[in-house]
């Protein structure tokens, strides 16, 4: 069973320039979440699809933008980038909660896409 | 702000040496806590999560959940070298995972 698939692995941007991250959940996952870690500050909460909806968003800019599609692969967008954006970005599969709120808890991390902005 | 508090360490302990990792959450509406371990340069993985007030237990890992406090912590028991990591603490604030808070992670390091 292929795990979570993060593309690309690695990338080095300029100020100001866009990025375009994805993410692959695990088959039959229909939960993406994004986070940014830092070595300041940690894991911190993007936003979460669910059926190519955003179910919650955590405080970021509006310049982080994301979206699922049909096969619930999930793509994140960091407009006008800027030096503090540099971190590594991780996305998680979960098979996610159902209409009647049937918790599943396992999430399941990608390897991680590496941004460094110069 | 919601927050999950961890001390950075790092925790040093010796081998086969019970260790103690210790998470207090500030949003009493959470409800589902979480424990990761992440190694040096890759993903975080999931060791346990737990719901209820009590002790949860899987193998050499205890969690430890007292909602009153708003605590949480790890125990793990025969403390192995390979369990060097960082051991991240989460919550969520609905049954699962749409929002989690994550803590700063706690460092261990175990002594052989």
């Known amino acids: 069973k292929a795990g979570v698939t993060q593309t690309p692995r690695y990338l080095i941007k300029t100020r100001g320039q866009q990025v375009t991250l994805s993410c692959s959940p695990i088959?039959?996952?229909?939960?993406v979440s994004w986070y940014q870690q830092t070595p300041g500050q940690g894991l911190q909460f993007l936003f979460e699809y669910f059926s190519e909806t955003q179910r919650n968003k955590g405080n970021f800019p509006g310049r982080f933008s994301g979206r699922q599609f049909s096969n619930s692969r999930s793509e994140m967008n960091v407009s006008t980038l800027e030096l503090g954006d540099s971190a590594l970005y991780l996305c998680?599969?979960?098979?996610?909660?159902?209409?009647?709120?049937?918790?599943?808890?396992?999430?399941?991390f990608g390897q991680g896409t590496r941004l460094t902005v110069v | 702000q919601k927050e999950v508090e961890q001390n950075s360490g790092p925790l040093s302990v010796p081998e086969g040496a019970i260790a103690s990792l210790n998470c207090t959450y500030s949003d009493r509406g959470s409800q589902s806590f979480f424990w990761y371990r992440q190694y040096s340069g890759k993903s975080p993985e999931l060791i346990m999560f737990i719901y209820s007030n009590g002790d949860k237990e899987d193998g050499r890992f205890t969690a430890q959940l007292n909602k009153a406090s708003q605590y949480v912590s790890l125990l793990i028991r025969d403390s192995q070298p390979s369990d060097s990591a960082t051991y991240l603490c989460a919550a969520s604030d609905s049954g699962g995972y749409q929002k989690v808070t994550f803590g700063i992670g706690t460092k261990l390091q175990v002594i052989p």
């Open positions: 088959s039959g996952h229909r939960s």
């Open positions: 998680a599969s979960n098979l996610g909660t159902d209409n009647q709120g049937t918790l599943n808890t396992e999430a399941f």
